[in-house]
């Protein structure tokens, strides 16, 4: 398709939405824009801004593809009219549960009137004669207008992507290497929700379960395996309603709580300050404990931090040792609050900032000891949160958060973790790798206020969010996780890699029996998930150094979901081998890949392949291994270049020595 073809799209815009654009190349701007298909999210700008606007951009797999225009609505259409007028598919907005139904209007209500545009090259575009023109497809002319503007630039012709069949190809720039992948972002999360901790982690002393000190082994193996370098903990939205003096003491004597956001069941506080903070240690993890913002107060959450940290003398550090633990323990981060836009308080950015500063403030370690803060941070793509809290309370926090779940549809509706379909495997694949923009933007808006970096970004929850197993307690959001959650977790981590600037941590959500979930446990067994294997895979990437890669590859579609069809990245690792993972998106069709090695020497490669029959494949109590990685020896090396075929829907990590 010739880029006179695309200026020449304002004549097809009537049909848009049933149509895809095959364009390729760069904007204006330098952003790279999607090739065989470009698909588009219109925001409605506030309801009630006067000058009406509406947001298009870019949806999809790259990052290269973020891009906006702004188009101006002079006609009035309402959000919802134009909505109407575009047959958007309007996502519900509702919560997981319904007291936090305010963070999702706050930072989904709007964005989430998506319109979808697909599937037509334009050398087939003609005007759809059969549907005539509506009052909203002059809002689409504008817009696409604008997309055609863009897309006019010379540049689009040489970026073009290997088309169906052709290899991939990638380079690795060895000799440019990025700031390195902080160990931190393969970080756990062990919220009291479900069978997370209790059952999960935690058994009992008097347990069946083999178990030591009332750890169950069998997790705490897995875990070390891993090599889990940080826990965060007590939640979540637990956190916020957590008092930790009811944790603490002789276990008989705890108070029995009502578990209120998880499913109304008794928390009896067997797991508290003590069994977490030893678990850590058992572990090997950095504990990253979560303080009570939304319904504690600064003091409780200073003595909180002094009873964990302060080195004897005191008469928290006595309290501490009477209770079984002389030494302090090493706190090296604490989060100010969890999701205050939501379960944590349902604050405004502007209030929340203000409180932020007050907490954090009587956050204080012993002479010559530090504590990263962490502020809790924003949801997805609400960037005015991350701006507000950079802007106001950026000089009292280390690190702020950011939370992005990957849901197949909505809130309400949110999908099966098995048992879908192709359409499903794309469009969950397609949204997690919305991760990527969400990160650039975030970042943006910290950079603002802080260019040289000193605030780390955190992304403390990601992963995938299905509807809860048939079947289970309703509230403890048990779900299975299948060979797609295992790219889920391969995409991230390559999305990951590109922003090792300015992330510095992240926590899979969660780490057993909870959502994405690296184990999954049934009293005295315990089956490893494809996600922990791709953990296991990346482990080496801890604390490598990142070495950037450029993917060109062609697109995996599916209906109106696309993305590469390759995603990539590479890391030096502390043993001076590269490590280098590979996923192939496409359910149906190889890759082969090509990659030129710049700056890289090592003639020695071993490999580790994740794949398995069908796309929801996944490991049972009674079938633990269906997926599971096998070795890999289909790399080959010559003259720098490495040649390699990925088969469809896998995962390969290369280790070059
Ligand atoms: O991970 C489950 C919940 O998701 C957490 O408690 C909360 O922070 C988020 O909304």
Known sequence: MSLRRLSTLPGVVGTAW?????????LAAGLAVAPSKMRCKVSPGIDTSPARFLTLEYLGADRAMAGEIVAHSHDGLSAHEIANEVDVRRQQVSGPFGKSLSRHRTTHAMSHVALWPPQFTADEATPDKARPARNGDRTMRMMFSAIALVLSSPALAQQAPPVDGAPATITVHGDKPAPKFDKRIFGQFAEHLGTGVYGGIWVGKGSRIPNINGYRTDVLDALKAIRTPVIRWPGGCFADEYHWREGIGAPAKRKVKINTNWGGVTEDNAVGTHEFMNYSEMVGAEPYVSGNVGNGTPSEMAEWVEYMTSPTGSSLAKERASNGRKAPWKLPMFGIGNELWGCGGNMRPEYAADVTRRYATFVKMPEGQRVMKIASGANADDYNWTDVMMRDAGGQFDGIGVHYYTIPYDWARKGAATGFDEDQWARTLAKTVKMDDYISEHAKRMDKYDPGKRVALMVDEWGTWYDQEPGSHPGFLYQQNSLRDALVTSLNFDIFARHT???????????????????????????????????????????????????????????????????ASAVRGADGAVHMGLTNVDPNQPATVSVKLDGVTGAGITGRILTASAIDAHNTFDAPDVVKPAAFNGATLANGTLTVTLPAKSIVMLDIR
């Open 18 to 26: 049933e149509s895809t654009v095959s364009a390729q190349g760069k």
């Open 501 to 567: 600037d300015r992330l510095r941590g992240a926590n899979i959500a969660q780490m057993v029996n909870v959502l994405q979930a690296m184990m999954l446990t049934d009293g005295n067994r315990m089956v490893r998930t494809p996600t922990y294997w791709v953990f296991d895979m990346y482990k080496d990437y801890q604390d490598g150094v990142v070495l950037p890669v450029d993917v060109q590859s062609r697109w995996y579609n599916k209906n109106q979901w696309t993305l590469k069809a390759v995603s």
